[in-house]
């Protein structure tokens, strides 16, 4: 079995800016791990924001934040 993750999806995580609360504006990948276990423990909200956020803690936890920071880097987005 085989898995391929979903680039588009991960180039939007990567560029994701938290919409609201202290870190609004911030990165999601900025956002502190604290910040984001007590999401956790108090309820991801719903939709793409909460699977956002519930991936980043994944990635926090397992140290692979240089990657997102690559994306970040090397595929930057678009200014609107």
């Given at each position: 079995?085989?898995?391929?993750?979903?680039?588009?999806?991960?180039?939007?995580?990567?560029?994701?800016?938290?919409?609201y609360?202290?870190?609004?504006?911030?990165?999601?990948v900025?956002?502190p791990?604290?910040?984001?276990?007590?999401?956790?423990q108090?309820?991801?909200?719903?939709?793409?924001?909460g699977?956002f956020?519930?991936?980043m803690?994944?990635?926090?936890?397992?140290?692979?934040?240089?990657?997102i920071?690559?994306l970040?880097?090397?595929?930057?987005?678009?200014?609107?």
């Amino acid at each position: 079995m085989e898995i391929r993750p979903d680039t588009k999806q991960l180039l939007e995580l990567a560029h994701y800016k938290m919409p609201y609360g202290k870190y609004k504006g911030r990165y999601l990948v900025d956002l502190p791990l604290p910040y984001l276990v007590w999401f956790s423990q108090k309820g991801f909200p719903e939709g793409k924001l909460g699977n956002f956020l519930q991936t980043m803690l994944i990635i926090k936890d397992n140290n692979l934040e240089p990657i997102i920071r690559k994306l970040q880097k090397e595929f930057p987005k678009e200014s609107a």
